[in-house]
């Protein structure tokens, strides 16, 4: 069974900082990671997604890199800003079977 | 194009009833996805469907159940509300049922009292 686990749970850091988040998954037979962020009580927006066949992606302040063999995703932001504040999920998915999400790191950037 | 949308936005139900959601997919995706978010985890998988048919399951029990309509579009409904049936429920869709990124919609917050 696949687990997804996300370091930290919480992090609270000044504008200004380059910051990365952490997802662990146990089974490395993955087909996509999928980075998202949820504003409070909100859905979710898609970030960033992986294929098993690539390394990185970046969009703008973001860059997601993906490693199967250890089962390790992290993603980066750079010059974080307080409008970064969201919790940042990540999920994965086998071809043909559905997400399992880990349980999000809660990010808050001060300004 | 419009996005996923969901409705009702906001849902307060009493321990017993039933409840259904609806979500609308993207135009053009054919799989349709349902999850459910306890306040401080991560969304869980119940449901998905895609042409019209059932291709997963979550671990959730027989109150929860789904269907896909011939435009794609999808209600859940969930029998017997618990209290702790309380959460954000969130549809997703995407162009198939594989692996393709998935699109979530708002969601819709069901209380239940």
């Known amino acids: 069974k696949q687990e997804v686990t996300q370091i930290p749970a919480a992090l609270s850091v000044p504008e200004g900082e380059n910051l990365v988040l952490n997802c662990s998954f146990t089974d490395s037979a993955i087909y996509n990671l999928q980075w998202f962020r949820q504003d409070p009580g909100k859905g979710l927006t898609s970030l960033l997604l992986i294929q098993s066949s690539q390394r990185e992606q970046t969009s703008g302040r973001l860059n997601a890199s993906l490693d199967k063999s250890s089962g390790r995703s992290t993603l980066y932001i750079a010059a974080s800003q307080p409008g970064d504040s969201a919790t940042y999920l990540c999920a994965v998915i086998k071809y043909g079977q559905n997400f399992v999400f880990g349980p999000g790191t809660r990010l808050s950037v001060l300004p | 194009d419009a996005g996923v949308t969901q409705s009702p936005t906001h849902l307060i139900k009493t321990r017993g009833q039933q409840v259904t959601l609806r979500c609308s997919p993207i135009s053009g995706h054919k799989s349709v996805s349902w999850y459910q978010q306890v306040l401080g985890q991560g969304p869980q998988f119940i449901f998905q469907y895609y042409e019209k048919e059932e291709r997963g399951r979550g671990n959730f029990p027989d109150r929860f159940s789904a269907r896909q309509f011939p435009n794609y579009s999808s209600e859940l409904n969930v029998n017997a509300l618990l209290l702790g049936d309380s959460a954000l429920y969130l549809c997703?869709?995407?162009?198939?049922?594989?692996?393709?990124?998935?699109?979530f919609g708002p969601g819709t917050r069901l209380t239940v009292t």
């Open positions: 997703a869709s995407s162009f198939d049922r594989g692996s393709y990124e998935q699109y």
